[in-house]
């Protein structure tokens, strides 16, 4: 696996036990793996394909604003409360990933702090990697100008 | 570069003496060689480099008072010519001149574009009165406009014709740090001709060495007789009292090492809510370089001119990127003045951009110290436990 | 050669993108030295100005390729050129990518916008001498496929990968959407290995650069193009300091060892 993937920043140990709760799925091409405003109770770690995440814009196709590819976290909306995805996702390639449910791995965080922490930390890591791309996108630094104003 | 040597040497020849119209008659010598000879005289209350038609044009008993953001010239007692430090001028007015026509290009009926290279044929200089920090000045811009893999041929063709005739610096301004950075009071390389000014009870004279074999000519052509001992004391007591009354002096650390460890200075916003960005301090450097390009074209659209002029870092459009310029604030334009003079000169050509002429300082409308400063940053180092 | 511009035809026009044009030039008369990839020349529209310009192509014939943005007075004029104008040629200026540098070695090449163009005669350098390196990975970032350059020949240049990341995308764009780093993860390279070659905005060469060391790229092969304002090209005027480095000589390609403490300097 790659070296940011969950399977190189949780301790070996923590990662067999994570494991032990996962099952192996794959989405066929155009699989709505979840929705906007649905409940987040499960997230999955890409192993091949790629999906990308959307809004619903009235009177547009479906605006994807990322895509998330082999060996990265896809969804972390089950983290915290309203526990409800924030975006849509769809398959834009057959996908086959490792699927946790949400509150069986909390449970598990809740018996052991150590996992809890290291889940969190490479969670945070994924949230904060996205904000970056976001941060940098919204500067639209390949338009004309840079992120600059023309003279 | 080396440092200046702190005495002088010769290999052209013995060093001679020239009376007061020894002085003439070498300016008529050289302009019999078809030389424009360019020194200082006084003029609209200045000591100013301008042509020559004899040595009686020199600022004979002036000498010149100099502070931050001041410049008077004054009467002397003596009649002393060379007397008076650095003026608001520097020899790269002429070497280097504000604006020079790079090339011209003309384009045909069918589209097709010619350019035509600029002819260089510049006049034949002869330089009188090139003071050693001035002298070194000239190397450095030789270093940088003819160093490098690139010549400025423009640049090249004034520059290898002009004939060097330096005096040594017997009167320091009060704003002259040459000591601290190498270049003076004594003349360094680079000189065909090398004086040094002595007046006193056995008269006005100077002490006069060729530097090469066409100032050895030069010289040899003269009124002149052979130094005397009383006259070679007296030129070189002259030079190290001199040396002894610099009016500033540079903090004596490694000022490339200093500048490179204090970009982040408080003293950057100190000094930059002084500076007016005004660019008076690169317009007189001897040494500053930076030149910007114009293109331009006749009415008629098919006849177009690059021409390069005098820029200046403090100006914004210096380093305009895309949406703007990358330097907008006075303290970072400040700071890259100051940077590059005294540190990233080094790493780019080989020797500091400072003479230590201290022009920059007389024509500072609001008076920056360029040593005042570096001591101010050296301070700031050691009080933050940096490298000294 | 380096003062004073040569003529140089514009012989054909291809457009890229809706405002970025490939024109091919070919020498009136005289040619100029050979470039190397990652060099430029100062390309010059009569009456209007010259700006440097990073070599997109080197043609065997001495002709060249140069990829334009027409966004200022100049690019703009230089964009709107039809086959049979002349503009004026100054060059080769500056230092180049060290492919040699990186021989045995895994290639990155990461690209953002506009940045392609000086990599593009990189990758075809490359992909001409497969045996000297090792895997060729070609990343590149652009705000949407509209906007991406030398569309009908990426495909050819996965050796064996290449992706590329849009910041927008549009109806039908099946490829990835997010910032060129993120396909760091899918591109198959030994970090301790590999050279880097990256040509973008500032802003995405930092992060692009920060991330390969976090992988463990070695700071010095990871090979930048930078950019400042330039206006003579020879090391004589002064504008395009970026600290100790003129960037028309000791650039525009800099070791990221070198390049990183003076990014990190604000309005250096």
Known sequence: MTRTGLFSTIPEDHREQLMALSREVSFPVGTRIFEEGSKADRFWVIHTGSVSLDLHVPGRQAAVVETIGSGELLGWSWVCPPRQWHLGAEAITPVRAWEFESQAVLDLCTRDPALDHALLTYVVGVIGHRLRSARTRLLDLYGPYGSGEPR | MATAPTTTRDLGSADCVLDREGLDALVQALRARGRTVVGPTARDGAIVLAELESAAELPYGWGVELEGGHYRVVRREDEAAFAHSAGPQSWKNFLLPERVRQWTADRGPDGEMTVRAERHDPASYAFLGVRPCDLRAIAIQDQVLLGGRHRDDAYGARRTGAFLIAVECVEPGATCFCVSMGTGPAAGPGYDIALTEVLDDAGHRFLARAGTPEGAEVLAGLPQRPADAVTRTAAHEAVEAAAGRMGRTMPSVDLRALLADTLDAERWNDVAARCLTCGNCTMACPTC?????????????????????????????????????????????????LTHKLGTWHDQFGSSGCVGCGRCIVWCPVAIDITEEAHALHQEALSKGGPS | MTAVPLPYRVVDTRPETADTVTIRLEPVHETLPS??????????????????????????????????????????????????????????????????????DDLLVVAGGIGLAPLRPLVLAALAAPQAHGRLNVLVGARSPEDLLYRDELDGWARPYRGVAVDRPSAGWKGRVGVVTTLLDEAPFTPAETTAFVCGPEVMIRATARELLHRGVRPDRVLVSLERNMRCATAHCGHCQLGPLLLCRDGPVVGYDRAEPLLAVREL
């Open chain 2, 289 to 337: 370089f930076c030149t910007t390009t114009e293109d331009v074209t006749d009415l008629t659209g098919d006849h177009a001119e690059r021409w390069s002029r005098w820029d200046s870092c403090y100006d914004l459009d210096f380093s305009h990127l895309h949406g703007g310029p990358v330097r907008s604030s006075g303290r970072s334009r400040y700071r890259q003045w």
């Open chain 3, 35 to 104: 470039f190397a990839p990652g060099q430029f020349a100062m390309v010059y529209a009569f009456g209007v100005g010259e700006i440097p310009v990073s070599v997109a192509g080197i043609l065997p014939d001495g002709g060249l390729l140069h990829t334009i943005r027409g966004v200022g007075a100049v690019s703009g004029a230089l964009y709107a050129l039809r086959p049979g104008a002349t503009v004026g040629m100054r060059g080769p200026f500056g230092t180049s990518w060290d492919l040699p540098l990186a021989a045995g």
